[in-house]
Structures are given as structure tokens and as C-alpha cells.
């Protein structure tokens, strides 16, 4: 940017009037949509239905409650349930491959690593209809655990990439401290990496269970009653009044708001390292 | 003790070959399986035998979308993503400068990136229904008498638009975070270098940061074009079947038409397309990724 030239403060002044118009005009373009429809799902239908009410002015709980009602609250609870279990399925399996990545030096490594960003390319929506025969043999099929599954296999190598990255980020002379002071690996990973680790690896526990909470594909072709959030959206919910969708969408978006909030340090590193 | 310290070598040496096992293993069965078993559906009849049916219908019948979900998913994308990376280019180059209240900035603009498909499609609905935020804030203001239709089957151009919409405001900002994070890495030292030289910031622009960016641009197009044939929840949100792509295809003609074979070779399309895609990806930047680890 342009320091503040003497010979053209008009100039100047222009350039930081318009360079702050378009920061202005780049965050309305991101917010409003979001306040848009956070404001029409909480609308009173008669302020929605009329056209002189750009902005709504009475609001209700009944979009939401009606929603609920027709089965998001039961569809709810199933992501949940799903998006914690894959949370579990994929840092069990990928947290030691994350940790071998980061501190092992081993032949064929560089391979393997190339191998998994490879699978966390590949479009795992389409393992979901091949899926379908296999869990229809082991009874699997409509149940949140063969979500999970599925979804796990969509996370893990993302688990992999970020826990990896986060354990590279532990200083060595940390744990080569707790080696000195006679601890084993293990202990030195249970008390020294692992708890110095810890808000990173929050961070992506977190972003694991959106990733599940906001995959539709695999979750509507694998289940039929036992619905996850997005699946009972694309399958019941669109028949539903309009002012039921808004709140539909509000209740979508309210974990990925939080998390943003919370974990916005870790955003853009953590896609960073994951789309390298 | 000796045969003790041999022993604890010989696991420290297999150790990360044991820690990757079941991760690995969990991968290779969880997609290995099902794209052998798609191979299955997708190519025999219900006695197992060899069958190309499946191929013909997607193909040729009148009843299949193939030919048209194929144009629309390439029409789509290659409308979404050149938009997609200008606008992120632009974020990128805004949020380079210094400001008051650049963090601010950057969280709004990332806040998209943990937003679903689906969600990003009800949230555009809510800004295009003929009772949505543009139709009443143009009427009120006097621009438009009658609310503009952007949905059904007669407003198609109207939904692609909407679809294109919805996809830029939501899919952008993974674009951005790859080359807002290609930006950052841009030594200063060039750029100073430039300037003690006299170059404006056009020159600076084309001259330096745009040809370093270009690993990140090229980066950014390889993703976004993969998660392109992937794309489903936003569609159906928006135009249902009235503009046919290759996953909503795939999910119509599964859950629709128990077509299980038509659908598995959907899938087995899709995941050969971005197979293509992700090999020309890893071949040109598996040297650069390499030498960045053996850094």
C-alpha cells in the first residue's frame, strides 16, 4: 500500500475510501446471505409472506418448532450421533499414523504420504452406492454406524495429514527432554507431545465432526429411516413451506458458526496443509 | 541386555509400519471394496453375468440424463471456477495490505468454508424465492413490479444462475485459502527488491506476485475442479432434477430407480474422472511437495 504522499493526500485519502469500500463490500457479500436467513428462520410467516417486509420485525420459535416436529429433531441427534462416532473411528486410526508421519523416519515414507493425500483427493462419495450391497449383507445398511463408517473413510485421511502436522509443530528438544529424564516413547508421548498438542488436535476433532455433519451424499444413499440432518433435508424437507428450509438451514450452519468462532486460528493453516 | 536393546530397536524399526497399518488398511478395504463390487454392479446382470446394459442405458436411453448431467456439471464448472479464482485473487491481494480490522475480514471471509452444500443452497434460496431478500427489498425500492422467478422448471437459466450464486459465495473461500496461504509465502525481499527498482504495483503484480502464485492458482483449479464433479447438495437444494449432474444422477437413479448398476457406473465415472485429474496433480507437484519435506 501506498504510504501517505505528501504531494497527493487527495489521492490518498480516495485510495483508502475505496480500498475500505471493497473490504466493506467483500464482508456483506459473505454476512448478509447468513443474516438473511438466520433473520427469515426465526420471521413470523405473515412478515415473510409480506412483500413490504424486507426485514422481518416479529419473530417466532414456530418455524423451528415445526421443524422439529416433522422429524429433524430425531435427524439431528443421528448426526450428531454419527459425527461423534466418526470423530472417534477416524483419531483412533489416524492419530499413530499422524504421529509415525511426524517422528518416524522410515523407508517408503514419502510414498505412503503422497498415497494418502491422493485418497484425501479422491471423491469418496462414490464408494456410498457400492456400499449399499455390502451393508445390506451385514445388516449395516439404514443404521448410523454404516454412516459413520463411511464417513470415517471420507475424514481419516484428512485426520492423518492434520495430526501429523500438528506433532511435526511439538519441538523435538521437548520430548528428547523427557527422553533424557529416562522416560520411554510412550510416556514421553502421553505427557510431553500429546498435551502440547492438544488445542490443535481439539481444533481438528472439531472440524472432523463438521465434515460429517455437512456430508449428504453417503448419508441419504445409505439410510432411509435413520436419517442424518442434510439427508432428511434433501428427502422431507423440501416439500415443507419455505420458512421451514430458512430454519432448516439455520440449524445447519449453527455448529459450523460456533466452530468457525472458536477455531478460527486453525482454519486457514488446517486447509492449508490439508489441500497441499 | 544386549538382546534387550536389539529387541526395542527392531520395534522402534517397524513402529511406524504398525502405527499406519490400520489406518491404511481401513482405506484401502473401505474404497477397495466398494469400487471392485461398483466394477461388479455396473458390468453384470442379476445371474453375475457379464453385461453391458448398464452401459447402453446410461448411454443411449431416453430415460437416462447422462448426456445432459455431463454438460451441466462441465457448464457449471467452468462457469463457477474462473469467478472463483478471480474473486479469491482479489480477497487474497485485500487482505495482503495492512488494515484495521484485517482479521476481522479474514474470519468473515473464511466463515464459508465449514458451511455445507446444502446449507449454502437453503441460505440462497432465502435470498432468491419470489418472497426471498432481493424480489421484497427491489419491489420496495420501486426497481421491479413483479418478484423475478428464479426457481422451477420453466426458470431454468434462472437456477443455474442461482446455483452459480449460491457455489461462488460458498466454495470461494477454499479457493482463497490456498492462494492467500501461496501469497503469504512470497518472500518480501523480492517485492522490496522490485521497488528499490521503481516498479509500480502493476509491474510488482505482473511481473512477481502473479507468476509465484501460479503454483497456488494451479492448485486451487486441480481441487476445485475435482470437488466439481462431485457436486450434489446444492443442486438438489436448488433445481432438483431440472439441472442434471453426474452425483445427482447417480443418486436418482440408486434411490429413485433402484438402477444399482446404472448407478455404480455413475460412480465409477466419477471416481475415474478425478482419478485422471488427482494423477496429473500429484505428477506436477510431486517433486515440489518432495523437496518441501526433505526440507
Known sequence: MPGPGESAPIRYYLFKIVFAGIVILSCTWILLPIIISILYAFSTPQDFYNPKEVIPLHFTLSNIQKLLALGAARATMNSIIVAIMTVIFSFILGLPAGYAFARFAFKGKDSLKLLIIGLRMFPMLVIAIPLVTLYIRLGLNDTLLGVALAHTTMALPFVILITSSIFVSVPVELEEAGYVFGLDRKQTFFRITLPLSLPGLTAAAIFTFIMSWNEVFMAAVLTLTNRTLPAFILTSAMAAPDIIKFAASFIMILPALIFVFIARKYLVSMWGITVK | ?295
Open chain 2, 1 to 295: 541386555m544386549s538382546n534387550n536393546t536389539r529387541k526395542y530397536s527392531l520395534v522402534e524399526k517397524y513402529l511406524p509400519y504398525i502405527l499406519i497399518a490400520p489406518a491404511l488398511s481401513y482405506l484401502l478395504f473401505f474404497i477397495g471394496y466398494p469400487l471392485t463390487q461398483g466394477v461388479l454392479l455396473a458390468f453384470t446382470d442379476q445371474n453375475g453375468h457379464f453385461t453391458l446394459q448398464h452401459v447402453y442405458y446410461l448411454l443411449y436411453s431416453p430415460s437416462s440424463n447422462f448426456w445432459p448431467a455431463l454438460e451441466d456439471t462441465l457448464a457449471l464448472a467452468a462457469v463457477i471456477i474462473p469467478i472463483q479464482v478471480m474473486l479469491a485473487l482479489g480477497f487474497s491481494l485485500m487482505l495482503s495490505a495492512n488494515f484495521k480490522g484485517k482479521d476481522m475480514a479474514l474470519y468473515i471471509l473464511i466463515i464459508p468454508l465449514t458451511i455445507s452444500d446444502v446449507a449454502g443452497g437453503l441460505i440462497w434460496y432465502s435470498m432468491l424465492a419470489s418472497n426471498g431478500f432481493f424480489n421484497k427489498l427491489f419491489m420496495t425500492l420501486g426497481i421491479i413490479n413483479q418478484p423475478i422467478q428464479f426457481f422451477g422448471w420453466q426458470f431454468r437459466p434462472m437456477e443455474f444462475i442461482a446455483i452459480v450464486l449460491a457455489e461462488v459465495w460458498r466454495a470461494t473461500a477454499l479457493v482463497f485459502v490456498i492462494i492467500f496461504a501461496g501469497l503469504q509465502m512470497i518472500s518480501k525481499e523480492y517485492i522490496e527488491a522490485a521497488e528499490v527498482f521503481g516498479a509500480g504495483t502493476w509491474t510488482k503484480l505482473r511481473h512477481i506476485i502473479f507468476p509465484m502464485l501460479k503454483p497456488s492458482v494451479q492448485t486451487a483449479l486441480l481441487i476445485r475442479t475435482l470437488f466439481a464433479f462431485q457436486v450434489f447438495g446444492v443442486v438438489m437444494v436448488l433445481a432438483g432434477r431440472d439441472i442434471p449432474v453426474l452425483a445427482g444422477e447417480a443418486y436418482y437413479e440408486q434411490t429413485i430407480l433402484y438402477h444399482y448398476g446404472v448407478a455404480a457406473l455413475y460412480a465409477l465415472i466419477i471416481a475415474a474422472i478425478s482419478i485422471v485429474i488427482g494423477y496429473i496433480y500429484i505428477k506436477m507437484f510431486k517433486a515440489q511437495y518432495l523437496r518441501e519435506v526433505s526440507m
